[in-house]
């Protein structure tokens, strides 16, 4: 039996985060498939008040770089993200299906996710670094593009261009002062 993995939350780092598609599947293949993730990733992001550092959503998964939510836990933002995905998906292949033509799903639509997803909790400067260059680098490394700007669903463009995408990367100011009560 394998057991749950230990997560380290309420110390305030960063949280690099890894969710597979289910068994690896290239479920977001398309590009009408990323751009629904990054919308459903901006709406959990505002619900639950986090910052998103940095992403790439690849074909068979994503990797997030995130503060620690205001509202519940990176465990949370993450069930709310793949839930919200999962039943958009859903409802898009129940809409297209033809009663006539039979089968509900195309390829077992109805398992989107892995169970677990990865998480590295980020302390330095210098691991919030890498984790940035190996997400951003990760579309060209599989040989989706041949430089990071040319892959529209990651936080490169963002970081150097200083463009607006459909998700709000180092909003900082979601995050309120936690002020500790004064020592007795």
């Keep these: ?35 629904l993730l990054l919308t459903v990733l901006e ?14 959503v690849m074909p068979e998964h994503i990797h997030l770089l995130i503060s620690e939510p205001q509202v519940k836990n990176p465990s949370t933002v993450l ?26 799903f195309d390829h077992g639509l109805q398992h989107i996710w892995q169970k677990r997803f990865y998480d590295f909790n980020v302390w330095t400067e210098h691991k919030r670094i890498e984790k940035l260059r190996y997400m951003h680098r990760n579309p060209v490394k599989r040989g989706l593009v041949a430089s990071p700007e ?23 100011q979601v995050l309120k002062m936690k002020i500790r009560p004064p020592a007795a």
Aim: one cysteine or more; charged letters at 25%.
């Design 1 to 35: 039996m394998w057991n749950k993995p230990k997560r380290y939350y309420g110390a305030g780092d960063l949280h690099f985060i890894t969710c597979s598609c289910y068994r690896r599947q290239p479920l977001l293949g398309t590009p009408q498939r990323r751009n």
């Design 43 to 56: 709406e959990v992001r505002r619900r639950y008040q986090f910052v998103v550092v940095g992403y790439v």
């Design 79 to 104: 069930q709310a993200l793949k839930l919200g995905f999962a039943r958009r998906v859903v409802a898009h292949s129940k809409r297209k299906h033809n009663p006539e033509q039979g089968g509900l």
């Design 150 to 172: 040319l892959w529209d669903w990651s936080s490169f463009r963002a970081y150097t261009f200083g463009e607006a995408g459909a998700v709000r990367v180092n909003e900082w």
